[in-house]
């Protein structure tokens, strides 16, 4: 009898350890299952959260395109603005212009700067023909001719009556040719006398031409003075040089 109640309580023991043993593995596979599903919600998690943080990227990439939109757009706006003002101004300044530009096509001071130009190259030409036709001497001139890139004749004012009251091409005939070096004195840079021409028609058009021209003669000789010394100077220091 106690052999025969062993043999329950064995069988008793291998009934619980197997039940033991099914429900521990029961409870693995459910603990394992509940695993997966606690995982599968991690990675939906995780994916939900990728997907948010995409979102979030997007509309903020949206937002800042359409901020820099909106700033192109007030940009092109001011810039249009700029640009209606500008051409506002430039049509203004175009019509004054060809106000100007009427006024000085019907100004009388335009056609005394053209007669003006038109005579002093008839005073140049009649007094190059006469020193032509005086001497050949004049290879000094030339030289000052030359240095100066193109000289203008400047008649000085006459003392008589009869040849102040002459025109300017008359003045140049009557005057006589004098030597190479003293006729320099009375001809000027056309640069100078250009310069001096306009500076009179645009600031002092009541000055007379001639007090302009003797103010250029007075400039002219000194400088041609201090040339003439320069130039010794040098002959001077080379001619020492050589001894």
């Given at each position: 009898?106690?052999?025969?109640?062993?043999?329950?309580?064995?069988?008793?023991a291998?009934?619980?350890?197997?039940?033991?043993?099914?429900a521990?593995?029961?409870?693995?596979?459910?603990?394992?299952?509940l695993?997966?599903?606690?995982r599968?919600?991690?990675?939906?998690?995780?994916?939900?959260?990728?997907k948010?943080?995409?979102?979030?990227?997007?509309?903020?990439?949206?937002?800042?395109?359409?901020?820099?939109?909106?700033?192109?757009?007030?940009?092109q706006?001011?810039r249009?603005?700029?640009?209606?003002?500008?051409?506002?101004?430039?049509?203004?300044?175009?019509?004054?212009?060809?106000?100007?530009?009427?006024?000085?096509?019907?100004?009388?001071?335009?056609?005394?700067?053209?007669?003006g130009?038109?005579?002093?190259?008839?005073?140049?030409n009649?007094?190059?023909?006469?020193?032509?036709?005086?001497?050949?001497?004049?290879?000094?001139?030339?030289?000052?001719?030359?240095?100066?890139?193109?000289?203008?004749?400047?008649a000085?004012?006459?003392?008589?009556?009869?040849?102040?009251?002459?025109?300017?091409?008359?003045?140049?005939?009557?005057?006589?040719?004098?030597?190479?070096?003293?006729?320099?004195?009375?001809?000027?840079?056309?640069?100078?006398?250009?310069?001096?021409?306009?500076?009179?028609?645009?600031?002092?058009?009541?000055?007379?031409?001639?007090?302009?021209?003797?103010?250029?003669l007075?400039?002219n000789?000194?400088?041609?003075?201090?040339?003439?010394?320069?130039?010794?100077?040098l002959?001077?220091?080379?001619q020492?040089?050589?001894?």
């Open positions: 009898q106690h052999e025969q109640r062993g043999q329950e309580l064995q069988q008793t291998r009934r619980i350890e197997k039940d033991r043993r099914t521990l593995e029961k409870a693995s596979a459910g603990h394992m299952e695993e997966e599903k606690l599968q919600r991690d990675q939906a998690l995780a994916s939900l959260e990728a948010l943080r995409s979102s979030q990227e997007e509309a903020r990439s949206a937002r800042d395109a359409m901020e820099a939109h909106m700033e192109r757009t007030r940009e706006s001011r249009f603005e700029d640009s209606d003002y500008a051409n506002r101004e430039l049509s203004k300044q175009l019509r004054a212009c060809k106000e100007q530009l009427a006024f000085l096509q019907h100004s009388k001071r335009n056609e005394m700067q053209l007669h130009i038109v005579e002093q190259l008839q005073v140049d009649a007094r190059l023909v006469k020193i032509l036709a005086a001497t050949d001497d004049f290879r000094e001139f030339v030289d000052y001719a030359d240095d100066a890139a193109g000289l203008s004749y400047v000085p004012i006459a003392s008589a009556g009869a040849v102040a009251s002459a025109s300017r091409g008359s003045r140049a005939d009557r005057i006589p040719v004098r030597s190479a070096r003293r006729e320099g004195d009375i001809w000027v840079p056309s640069d100078a006398f250009t310069l001096a021409n306009e500076f009179r028609h645009a600031h002092a058009p009541q000055v007379p031409a001639q007090t302009i021209a003797d103010l250029l007075k400039l000789t000194i400088w041609r003075r201090r040339e003439q010394r320069h130039v010794a100077r002959r001077q220091r080379f020492d040089e050589r001894k």
